[in-house]
Nanobody, 122 residues
């Protein structure tokens, strides 16, 4: 199983970015996917999650500004994070996460993608 993230970059305060993360490989089912972020010197925190059924959960700091969504195309699952009204506090490395079952009998396991840097200049 691989999670490939993309979409980070440098943006001015008030701007927007869209992150994508695709899970591929030996996937039987996905329970949920999500985005976490880690600023320098801080712990990794939840940003948003979305279940395979579309239920979403957001950190209070991003509610109303960020939107998470999920899509499936054949054997690949992609999670998106649309980030609007960005501010300097959103600067961090963003990591995608997926709760995956590789086979019918296998337990769920959380996989992580590589981080993608988001930098918001004020």
């Amino acid at each position: 199983v691989q999670l490939q993230a993309s979409g980070g970059g440098l943006v001015q305060a008030g701007g927007s970015l869209r992150l994508s993360c695709t899970a591929s490989g030996n996937i039987f089912s996905i329970n949920d996917m999500g985005w976490y972020r880690q600023a320098p010197g801080k712990q990794r925190d939840l940003v948003a999650t979305v279940s395979s059924g579309g239920s979403t959960n957001y950190a209070d700091s991003v509610k109303g500004r960020f939107t998470i969504s999920i899509s499936k195309d054949n054997a690949k699952y992609t999670v998106y994070l649309q980030m609007n009204s960005l501010n300097a506090e959103d600067t961090a490395v963003y990591y995608c996460n997926a709760d995956i079952r590789r086979t019918f009998q296998a337990p769920h396991f959380k996989y992580w993608g590589q981080g993608t840097q988001v930098t918001v200049s004020s």
